[in-house]
C-alpha cells in the first residue's frame, strides 16, 4: 500500500469513461436477442442462441480472466519459465473441448439440462449425486470469482486510488446489469472486453521489447536475474519441475471445463458445431496470454520491483506507457474481472437453482425457478466481495488452488458417462469423495501449495495434486461400479 | 463400406493426441537454443504448438464431418 502512485487525470477519465461504457452496454443487453428473462434457460444459458462468433468472444471472455493477466506475469517474473505452464495447458485444452464437450452439448440440448448436475442427474437420476456435483462447482467457483476482484483491485490501485469503494461501486453495478440480463450482459460486454485486452496486449509486446532493446535482451536480462536469485528459477526448467509442469498442464486443462462458468459458455452455443469450430479458433487466446506471461520478463528487463508480484503488469505499464493508455489498460483488465464474474456467479446460480434448491423446495415453476437463480447470483456475488474486503488475499488463492483440485473431481461423472455405461453412482460417488479428501488432505499437508512429491521406486516425481486424486478417484469409481449392482440409485442417503 | 470408413474416422481422432505428447514431453524443448527472433528454443516452440493444435483441429474438423 505504501507504494501508492499519484492519480493521473487522464488515466483515470479514460478508465472512468470505459467503465461508463461498458455498463450501459450491461444495461442494454437485457434487449439483445429478446428472450423471456423470466425463464432460466434465457437468463442463464442466453436461450442457447449463441453462434460461433458470439461464443469465441464468450468463452474467450470467460476463460482468460482478469486474475489471469494479473497472476500469470506475476509467477514468470517469480520463477521463471515454470510460470508458463499456462501455456501449454490452454493448448491441450483444446482437443479435449473439440473432442467432448460437442457430446455434451448434444445432450443438454435435447434434455434441456442447464448445469453440468442436470447432466448426472439425467444419466444416474437420484438427487444426492447430482447435489454434491452442483456443490462442488459452486464451491470451486466462489473463490475465483473473489479472485477477479484481487485483479480488479490490483489496477485500480494502480491508477492510484486507494480503498475498497472503487470495488465495491463496480461489483453493485455488475450485480445490478446481471440480475437484469442475466448471461446477455457477459457476453455482449465480452466483445468489449477482448477487443480491448487484444490491443493493449499487441501494443505491449510491440512497444515495449523495442523500448527494453528487443526480445533477445529481454531474455537476457530474465536470464541474469534468475541465475542472481537462485533456487528452483530460470527461463528454462530444471529437470526436476519436469512432471510438475507437465502435470499442472494437463490437470489444469481436464479442470478448465468442468467449472461452472466455462460450461455455462460451452452450453450457451447454438450448436455442437459451434463449438467444434471454436476448438478451432479458441487457441488465438492462448497466443495472447504467452504474450501476456511475457510481460513477466519484461517488468524484469525494465528494472521494475514491487512489493506483491501481483503489481508487476501495471507497474510495467504505468512506467512505459503514456497516461491515456495506462486508463485504456487498467479498464481493460478491470473489465476482463467482470466478465467472468458474471458468468461464475451465473453458473453458480443455475447449479443452486437447478440442483440444490429442488432439496428443500417444492412447486417450483420455472418463474420461480429463474427468479431463485437471479436472487442466487446476487447472494454469490456479494459473498465475494465480503470475502475479499474483510479476508486477506491468500485465503482467497489457497481457495482457489482447493478448488481446482476439487473440481477435477467431477471429471469421471461428466466425461466418462459420455462414453460408457459401465459406471454407476456408487462408484461415482465415492470416487469423488476419496478425491475430493486425498487431494484436500495432500494439498494441505504440502501447506497449501499445489505439487505433491511422489516415491517411486527410488525416484521423485513432483506432480499436481488434483491429477493424482483424480486418477485415485477414477480406480474407485470403476471398481465400486463393478463390484455394485448396475444402475443403483443412492436411497440409502437420508 | 460403412464400417472402414468409420474406421478410418476412427484413427482419425488419435491425432488430437500429439499436442499432448509434444507438450507434456519436457525433455523435448526445455533448452534455450535454438532461438528464433530472440526468443529462446523453450518459448517459441511452445508459442509454435499454439496454430499447429488449431491445424490438427481442423484436420480432424474435416476429416470427421
Redesign the interface.
Known amino acids: 500500500m505504501s507504494d501508492l502512485v499519484p492519480i493521473d487525470p487522464v488515466a483515470m477519465t479514460v478508465f472512468i469513461a470505459f467503465f461508463v461504457l461498458v455498463t450501459v452496454v450491461g444495461f442494454f443487453a437485457a434487449r439483445w436477442k429478446r428472450g423471456d428473462l423470466t425463464q432460466l434457460h434465457e437468463w442463464g444459458l442466453g436461450g442457447r442462441q449463441f453462434g460461433t462468433v458470439i461464443s469465441w468472444f464468450l468463452v474467450g471472455g470467460d476463460f482468460y480472466t482478469a486474475y489471469t493477466v494479473i497472476a500469470v506475469p506475476a509467477l514468470v517474473y517469480s520463477v521463471g519459465a515454470y510460470g508458463f505452464f499456462a501455456l501449454p495447458y490452454t493448448i491441450i485444452v483444446y482437443p479435449f473441448v473439440f473432442a467432448v464437450m460437442p457430446k455434451l452439448w448434444k445432450v443438454a440440448q435435447a434434455k434441456n439440462h442447464i448445469t453440468a448436475a442436470d447432466y448426472v442427474h439425467g444419466e444416474y437420476g437420484g438427487k444426492w449425486f447430482p447435489a454434491a456435483v452442483a456443490l462442488t462447482g459452486i464451491v470451486a467457483t466462489m473463490p475465483y470469482i473473489a479472485l477477479q476482484l484481487v485483479g480488479m483491485q490490483v489496477v485500480i490501485k494502480g491508477l492510484g486510488v486507494s480503498g475498497e469503494m472503487p470495488l465495491i461501486v463496480a461489483f453493485v453495478i455488475l450485480a445490478l446489469y446481471t440480475y437484469t440480463s442475466g448471461l446477455r450482459a457477459p457476453a455482449m460486454i465480452a466483445f468489449v472486453k477482448d477487443i480491448m485486452i487484444y490491443i493493449v496486449v499487441i501494443a505491449a509486446v510491440w512497444l515495449i521489447p523495442s523500448k527494453l532493446g528487443g526480445y533477445a535482451h529481454v531474455f537476457d536480462a530474465a536470464d541474469a536475474f534468475f541465475k542472481a536469485k537462485g533456487g528452483a528459477t530460470g527461463i528454462i526448467l530444471k529437470p526436476t519441475q519436469f512432471t510438475a509442469y507437465a502435470s499442472l498442464a494437463l490437470g489444469s486443462a481436464l479442470a478448465a471445463f468442468m467449472y461452472p462458468h466455462t460450461m455455462t459458455a460451452v452450453l450457451s452455443s447454438s450448436s455442437a458445431a459451434t463449438v467444434r469450430k471454436n476448438a478451432i479458433f479458441l487457441p488465438a487466446y492462448t497466443l495472447l496470454l504467452g504474450l501476456i506471461a511475457l510481460l513477466g520478463y519484461m517488468a524484469i528487463a525494465s528494472g521494475i520491483k514491487v512489493h506483491s508480484a501481483s503489481d508487476v503488469v501495471p507497474a510495467l505499464f504505468g512506467k512505459l506507457f503514456p497516461s491515456w493508455f495506462v486508463g485504456f489498460a487498467a479498464a481493460a483488465i478491470a473489465i476482463s474481472a467482470l466478465v467472468p464474474a458474471a458468468i461464475m456467479s451465473i453458473g453458480a446460480a443455475n447449479l443452486f437453482t437447478r440442483n440444490l434448491w429442488p432439496l428443500m423446495a417444492r412447486d417450483i415453476t420455472p418463474e420461480k425457478e429463474a427468479k431463485t437463480a437471479k436472487l442466487v447470483s446476487l447472494i454469490v456475488k456479494f459473498g465475494a466481495l465480503l470475502f475479499i474486503v474483510f479476508l486477506p488475499t491468500q485465503y482467497a488463492i489457497d481457495l482457489q488452488l482447493l478448488g481446482g483440485v476439487w473440481i477435477l473431481q467431477i471429471f469421471p461423472a461428466i466425461v466418462f458417462s459420455l462414453y460408457t455405461r459401465r459406471l454407476n453412482t456408487p462408484g461415482l460417488f465415492l470416487g469423488w469423495l476419496v478425491g475430493i479428501v486425498l487431494g484436500s488432505g495432500m494439498a494441505i499437508a504440502q501447506g497449501l501449495k499445489p505439487v505433491f512429491a511422489l516415491h517411486v521406486g527410488g525416484a521423485t516425481y513432483p506432480l499436481y495434486i488434483g491429477l493424482i486424486a483424480l486418477v485415485v478417484n477414477i480406480v474407485v469409481a470403476f471398481v465400486v461400479s463393478t463390484v455394485t449392482p448396475r444402475r443403483v440409485q443412492v436411497h440409502q442417503a437420508t | 463400406m460403412k464400417t472402414s470408413e468409420e474406421t478410418k474416422h476412427s484413427w482419425l481422432?488419435l491425432v488430437?493426441?500429439i499436442?499432448?505428447v509434444a507438450?507434456?514431453?519436457?525433455?523435448f524443448y526445455?533448452?534455450?537454443r535454438p532461438?528464433l527472433?530472440?526468443?529462446?528454443f523453450?518459448?517459441w516452440y511452445?508459442?509454435l504448438?499454439?496454430?499447429l493444435?488449431?491445424l490438427?483441429?481442423?484436420i480432424?474438423?474435416r476429416g470427421v464431418k
Open positions: 481422432w488430437l493426441l499436442p499432448y507438450l507434456l514431453w519436457l525433455p526445455n533448452d534455450v532461438s527472433l530472440g526468443f529462446p523453450f518459448y511452445q508459442f504448438w499454439v496454430p493444435t488449431s490438427i483441429i481442423y480432424v474438423y
